[in-house]
């Protein structure tokens, strides 16, 4: 029996991308505290924030109104998805001169297999480094870059030295790489698991790998065995090259026309409900809400609104798309047909991350 080849992964992840893009495009915004998100004079939340940003306490999903009372000097701008989509193919494209083997996370990150794809670099951290300087050279963004056996591994290591980082993790250095970290860094541990984790006194990746797999699977079942593997380091999960699903959604044509507003809106929340179902069967959170009315003379009006943080849940969902009718002529109009939908899906791989986690 023969030993499995030696993979070699990257993790890449934009800095600061939302904002870094704003920053490149319009140099008077450097060095300025920046946040892309809603308008801090509403309801609105934070997207993305720069680094300078951070420096006051702003994060994502911190109301934007709060988030001007800790930096009154912070300058506020509003998303432009296709700005980043476009941005994020071009900076895809440089990542497929060194590899097919992309997995897709969100428009600022990706694993890449470079394992039998090394050619005349002749080691994964020399791509790095090239992909690194392509990215600033051609984009004038930069890139962080983790490198390791496993894409648990690549993934933390890329986080490990933000901004503009390059951190290798070789097969012997992963358990010492590991050890120190808080459990929280590993994949699919949550703020529940940690907290479980730290009532059985187990802070540390390291004290979770020296713990006792029955212990561990007694109170959490097969995770607890699957926690222990990645405490140490084991991580088997390959690089997907699919495509992630761009939207999701539900229509139903009625037999009779719908007049009743309230009527409509319990439809609709139905509607959202499926749609938050298919979400969460896939792992994907949402960034665009549309809807479709469609009256007796088969006019059919769209609306749609893109949200300052992507959501699976169902009731956010069906808020928007009550009010997005409500743009509509349907509480006046007789409705043959109702449409919920979702688009600019992002990969919800990571349990927590989003299109706006910062980085």
Known sequence: MTDAPLRRILHCDMD???AAVHMRDDPSLVGKPVVVGG???????VAAANYEARKYGIHSALPAAQARRLCPETVFLEP???????ESQAIFAIYRDYTPLI?????DEAYLDVSAHLGDFGSATAIA?????RVHEERRLT???GVGPSKLVAKIASDFDKPDGLTVVRPAEVEAFLAPLPVRRLHGVGPATEKTLHEMGLETVGDLREASVDLLMARFGHWGRTMRDRASGIDDRSVHTHQVRKSLSTERTFNENLKNPDEIDEILNAMAGEVAQGLEKRN???STVTIKVRYPDFTTPTRSRTLPVPTADAAAI???ARDLVRRTEASKRSVRLLGVGVSNLVPGELGQRTLFDES
């Open 16 to 18: 600061c991308f939302y």
């Open 284 to 286: 994907l959170t949402a």
């Open 129 to 133: 480094t090239d992909i690194r300087r």
């Open 318 to 320: 069906a808020s928007v």
């Open 39 to 45: 308008d801090p004079s509403g309801r609105g939340v």
């Open 80 to 86: 432009q998805f296709r700005r980043y989509r476009e």
């Open 143 to 145: 890139v962080s870059v």
């Open 103 to 107: 997995q897709t996370l969100s428009l």
